[in-house]
Structure formats: C-alpha cells, structure tokens
C-alpha cells in the first residue's frame, strides 16, 4: 500500500486544490490531475488519508473511461509517469495522475439514477418526488426505479451544497442542445455501467457524471466525459447479495468513515475528530475491494503498488 495525502510541489501552475484532487497545468493546453489519499465526510476532509485512496479513485476511472468509449470519448491523454512534465515524474505520483485534455466543463452536476438512495430517498419519503419528478408511489428505500432518471444538479462553490435542478433549470444554465445531449449520453452510459456492474455481482444504484467540450482535430467542440468515472467517490455500488428493498444495502465506499463519524456528538465543521485506525483500515478494504471485484482487475497490478 502507499499513502499521499498532501501533494507535493510538481514545479507547475497549481491551479486548484480540491477536497481529494490537485489540479496543474501541464502546459499545451493538457492538466495534470494528482489523485491523493484524503477522504471527506460530511464535507469536511479528514485529516487521516486512506491507503491507496487515491491509487483506485484512477484506476477505477481509466477502467470506466475505456469502457465508454463506444458511447462517449474523454479527456484522458496518459497515466505514465514518462508523459508529464518533467517535475512531476516522482515515483510517489505513480498510479494517481492522470495527463488530460483541457475541457471547457458543463456547469451542471450529470447525476442519474437506478435505485431510490441517498437524497433521493429523502426527498421521496417527504414529498413523494425525486427532482420534483413524478415517480410511483409505493417505492422503499433501496427500491429499483421503473427506468433510470436523469437528476442535474448545479455545481456548488467551495463550502456549499450542490442543488438539485429540474431538466428545464438545466437547459436555462446550459442551453436545450447541450442539456438534451447529456441527459442522452449520461443515460446511455449509466446503461451500459449497469450491465457491466451486474455482470460482476454489483448494482450502480446512482452516479455522478462529470461532462465537458474539448476541441477535436477538425475544430469542433466535442463532448467528453471527464474527472473521474463511476468511482466509489462518485457512484453508488452495492453487491447483489447484499440488495433488499426497504434497507440500506452494503456499500463499497466510505460508509465505514461516516458510520464512525455518526456515533459521535461533532457538529460536522472542521475541525475533523481523529479516525481510528480500524476505520481507515475497514474504508481502505471497501475501496480496494470496489476496484478488484467491479473491474476484475488486481489493484496489485496497478502502477503505484
């Protein structure tokens, strides 16, 4: 296992530094995006890294980004280290970068979702809606959704919450073409992720696709799916197994960190109280175990190890 939490000094413009993600420029109009090990809950980051965090979080999206491909290009140039600017070729950085195409990026959150989870259970046992759509009445928690729905959100400044929007909001914010083609491709993708995921025992209950324009060789702006990909950090992964209606099922995230967290009497602000090592350890487990049993690959295998 390795550990990063705080990334280092890569001689390059540090042009974002976000709650897990430290964002360079790379120079001819690519980034560099430096995937570490720090971990949030609750939106606060905890001063604790999980092992090889950051080592899946890349794994998994350069999984996902080859698995697409037939439905939708991405932004991804290269993950070897021998193709980044020379200041940022450090051992340590193995396994956590991704060199990418600078994207003009859709201010709007492409979340869609399967199963009623999360805040859309919330919402749904409130109002009897999710997004303000009209749903069947009767579902339960962890319920299958007659066919996956297509829920924007807005994309939160540092601090806030991103809001949930309504298909319409999203077309005010960026336009009928552009919103009629995410929803579309967003759909498509989360079909074709779910039919993989099955395949390997697992359930996509929601995710979070992060989409964007680059220009291709002829000049044109294409669409792109970007950041990172049906990742633990980003979806909602549960094993088959493990799925009834009307119960939370096992997830394969930080659900040990926040389970810790709400036994505790912390008012959910910074400071983060100290996590015990048989929590990290646990967390570590569950996103390693995502890797390794969704994508069918050894994280052992992966650069970095």
Sequence with gaps: MSTLRDCPDL?????????????????????????????????????????DKGRVLTAMSVHWFEALEGIIGNHLVSTDLADLPEGARRNDLAGRVMLCRRAEMLPIECIVRG????????????????????VPAGLVEADRLPEPIFTPSTKADVG??????????????????????????????????????????????????ELGLVTDDAGN???????????????????????TPGATPHGFDKQPVRDFLETLDWGKTPPPPALPDSVISATADRYRAAYERICGRSLDEWPGA
């Design 115 to 134: 199963y009623v989870a999360g805040s859309a259970w919330k919402e749904y046992r409130r109002d009897g809606t999710i997004h303000g759509m009209a």
């Design 11 to 51: 001689g390059l413009p540090h042009l974002h530094r976000g709650k897990v993600r430290d964002l360079f420029d790379a120079g001819d109009d690519r980034l560099l995006m430096v995937a570490s090990d720090r971990l949030s809950a609750f939106d606060v980051v905890m001063d604790e890294p999980v092992p």
């Design 221 to 243: 702006k294409v669409m792109v799916v970007a950041d990172e990909v049906l990742t633990p950090d980003s979806s909602r992964f549960w094993a088959v197994e493990d799925w």
């Design 160 to 209: 806030d919450h991103d809001e949930n929007i309504s298909f319409d909001r999203a077309v005010e914010i960026v336009g009928g073409d552009l919103a009629e083609q995410a929803r579309e491709v967003s759909l498509k993708m989360f079909a074709e992720a779910s039919a993989r995921a099955e395949a390997a025992g697992f359930l996509l209950a929601d995710t979070k696709f």
